[in-house]
């Protein structure tokens, strides 16, 4: 079986862009997580979905959006880029249990310019 | 305070030899607890659940200490394919949804 998916892997940007980033999860899991990971820390909550609703936001501006579809998959937008925004996008994805582990996709790596 | 936190290590182990290490998190109401493995530049991946009366898998053994809000995380037999970071990971739940919450993680390293 699949694991979670998560385009594109590498991503390069300029201040100021847009990028949007996709991740499809493991068959079955009807949840999504999205975090990001600097250099150094561990990954930091940004989003969950679960039935294409929005479960728990995390501390990030509203230039973070997100969204799931009826097929589970998301995307994650992030608007007027900052250089601090070069990170490791993580994508995880879990049964309905709230309690279950997450599984985590490879990442995409934005860096921003 | 970090909600979770741990010691950024290096722990540098000699092969075969037991490393162990702690992770503290700050929020009572925390329900499960996890540690993942990560590798250089690579993903989270799942290491072990951590239950109440602690668990063993092969050479890991994990524990919970709800009193003093505590895990740990036990390797014995150090191989050098155990060189990595180790993340722990606290779930609880607000709104009856859980968040995750990651510790910085510790980094081992197993020499020859």
């Known amino acids: 079986d699949a694991g979670v998916t998560q385009s594109p892997t590498h991503l390069i940007k300029t201040r100021g862009q847009h990028v949007t980033l996709r991740c499809s999860p493991i068959?079955?899991?009807?949840?999504v997580s999205w975090y990001q990971q600097v250099l150094g820390q561990g990954p930091q909550f940004i989003f969950q979905?679960?039935?294409?609703?929005?479960?728990g936001r995390g501390n990030f501006p509203d230039r973070f959006s997100a969204r799931q579809f009826p097929n589970y998959s998301s995307e994650l937008n992030v608007n007027a880029l900052l250089l601090g925004d070069s990170a490791l996008y993580l994508c995880?994805?879990?049964?309905?249990?709230?309690?279950?582990?997450?599984?985590f996709g490879d990442g995409t790596r934005l860096s921003i310019l | 305070r970090k909600e979770v936190e741990q010691d950024p290590g290096p722990f540098n182990v000699p092969e075969g030899a037991t490393v162990a290490f702690n992770c503290t998190y700050s929020n009572s109401a925390s329900q499960s607890f996890f540690w993942y493995r990560q590798d250089c530049r690579k993903e989270p991946k799942l290491l072990m659940s951590v239950y109440s009366s602690g668990n063993e898998d092969g050479r890991f053994t994990a524990q919970l200490n709800r009193a003093s809000q505590y895990i740990s995380l036990l390797i014995r037999d150090s191989k050098l394919s155990d060189s990595a970071t180790y993340l722990c990971?606290?779930?609880?739940?607000?709104?009856?949804?859980?968040?995750?919450?990651f510790g910085a993680g510790t980094q081992v390293v197993v020499t020859p």
């Open positions: 068959s079955g899991h009807k949840s």
């Open positions: 995880a994805s879990s049964s309905d249990n709230s309690n279950q582990p997450q599984h």
């Open positions: 990971v606290v779930n609880f739940l607000t709104d009856s949804w859980g968040k995750l919450q």
């Open positions: 979905y679960y039935e294409k609703e929005e479960r």
